[in-house]
C-alpha cells in the first residue's frame, strides 16, 4: 500500500510539473505559446501537431484544413492520430475552412490571432503546374488568403506567415 501511495504522490508532482512547464513561454522560432495563432490549410496536421507538443500543450492553436475530416482520412495515412493528439492537447481543429473565405467562418467572426500561418499554399493540380491558368489559380488563393488574414490578424504586433516552396 505504501508503494501504491508514492507512485500516486509521483503522478501528482509529474501533473504539476506539466501544468507549470505548461505556463512558462515557450519558443520554437518564430512562434510562442503565449501567441494565439492559426494554421491555415494544413494537410496532415504534422505542422501544428510540431508547435502543440514544442509548447507542451495546444491550447493556443487553431488548425484548419479545407478538407472535410471524412476525406483527409483518404489522402494521409497519420491524420486521424495528428488530429486526435491535438485535440488531447488543446488544439481546436476545423475542417472545410476555406482560406480565401475563412474570415465569414462562424468561429473566426470574432477571433484574432498573433499569428496566421499558412504552409505552402496551393490549389491542387488542376492544370500543368506552369500553366497559366494554374498560375493565377494559386495567385488567387494568395491573394484571398491575404486578404482574410488580414481581417483576422491582430492589429499590434500580428504577423501573416506564408511558406512557399521555392
Not at 500516486?8 to 505548461?22: H, P, T, V, Y
Not at 476545423?94 to 473565405?101: I, L, T
Not at 498573433?114 to 504552409?119: K, Q
Request: charged share 30%; glycine share 8%.
Amino acid at each position: 500500500m505504501g508503494t501504491r501511495d508514492v507512485d500516486d504522490d509521483d503522478d501528482q508532482d509529474s501533473k504539476l510539473e506539466d501544468k507549470e512547464s505548461a505556463k512558462a513561454e515557450k519558443w520554437k522560432k518564430h512562434y510562442s505559446s503565449k501567441h494565439r495563432i492559426l494554421l491555415v490549410g494544413e494537410g496532415d496536421f504534422s505542422f501544428s501537431l510540431c508547435l502543440a507538443r514544442a509548447f507542451g500543450s495546444g491550447h493556443n492553436l487553431v488548425a484548419t484544413s479545407l478538407d472535410s475530416y471524412d476525406n483527409i482520412g483518404k489522402k494521409y495515412s497519420n491524420v486521424l492520430s495528428n488530429v486526435m493528439e491535438l485535440q488531447e492537447r488543446g488544439c481546436l481543429v476545423f475542417h472545410g475552412v476555406d482560406a480565401k473565405e475563412m474570415s465569414q467562418h462562424f468561429f473566426f467572426k470574432t477571433q484574432r490571432f498573433d499569428r496566421i500561418v499558412y504552409n505552402f499554399p496551393h490549389v491542387g493540380f488542376i492544370y500543368p503546374e506552369n500553366s497559366l491558368c494554374q498560375i493565377q489559380l494559386n495567385k488567387r488563393l494568395l491573394k484571398g488568403f491575404l486578404a482574410n488574414a488580414k481581417a483576422l490578424i491582430k492589429k499590434e504586433g500580428g504577423e501573416i506567415h506564408v511558406t512557399h516552396r521555392g
